[in-house]
């Protein structure tokens, strides 16, 4: 059972391009959570997607930030016009659906590397 | 808020100590508690994984404690080798079941000396 896949894994931008980060989960998760690693800080949570849905979102910026997990394909987090600060780590993470094994436990990808020049 | 803090950020040891790591939380309404492990460069490994009902979770050299009522854990590393050298992150899980993103604290760097 392959990990959680994430690609690529590191992206350069310069100010003003599009990012995308991709996430594939493990094999029969459905849950997939994202997470920013800002250097010498800690992780903070982004946003929790379930299949076509947005659980919760309240660590995303309000702006340029956007993220979705179609019913077939990666989950996707897209930033609109990059600016340095979004330099950074994105970590995904997926878990199994409830009643379906433990939903304790997040599986954590290797994370995109995100550089804006 | 639930706010997670990891004493100390950095510690530096001998090859073969015994060594704690210590976590707080500010909130004791968690569901649970997990200590993972990230290397330079790297993603996440989980190390360990604390139900609330639970005290302590073993695995080989490493165990881990869970006090909800004083809103602390430790994470005890026996007799320590080189290859543990990274950096330790503690992280609660809070509310509801299925809403489970995880509030992680800064880490401990951890360097073994051979």
């Known amino acids: 059972n392959a990990g959680v896949m994430q690609n690529p894994r590191h992206l350069v931008r310069r100010r003003g391009q599009e990012a995308r980060l991709r996430c594939s989960p493990m094999k029969g998760h459905s849950h997939v959570y994202w997470y920013r690693q800002l250097p010498e800080e800690g992780l903070k949570f982004m946003v929790y997607?379930?299949?076509?849905?947005?659980?919760?979102e309240s660590g995303m910026p309000k702006e340029r930030f956007s993220a979705e997990f179609p019913k077939e394909g990666p989950s996707i987090l897209r930033i609109q016009q990059v600016v340095r600060g979004d330099s950074a780590a994105y970590f995904c993470?997926?878990?199994?659906?409830?009643?379906?094994?433990?939903?304790?436990?997040?599986?954590f990808g290797p994370g995109t590397r995100l550089t804006v020049l | 808020k639930q706010e997670v803090t990891q004493i100390p950020a950095a510690l530096s040891v001998p090859e073969g100590e015994n060594l704690v790591l210590n976590c707080s939380f500010t909130d004791s309404a968690i569901y649970n508690l997990q200590w993972f492990r990230q290397d330079p460069g790297k993603g996440l490994t989980s190390l360990l994984l604390?139900?609330?009902?639970?005290r302590e979770q073993t695995s080989g050299r490493l165990n881990a404690s869970l006090d909800k009522s004083s809103g602390r854990s430790t994470l005890y590393i026996a007799a320590s080798q080189p290859g543990d050298s990274a950096t330790y992150l503690c992280?609660?899980?809070?509310?509801?079941?299925?809403?489970?993103?995880?509030?992680f604290g800064q880490g401990t760097r951890l360097t073994i000396n051979p």
């Open positions: 993470a997926s878990s199994p659906p409830l009643g379906q094994g433990s939903t304790d436990t997040q599986y």
């Open positions: 997607l379930q299949k076509e849905n947005i659980i919760d």
């Open positions: 604390i139900q609330s009902s639970q």
């Open positions: 992280a609660v899980h809070g509310g509801i079941q299925g809403a489970q993103k995880l509030v």
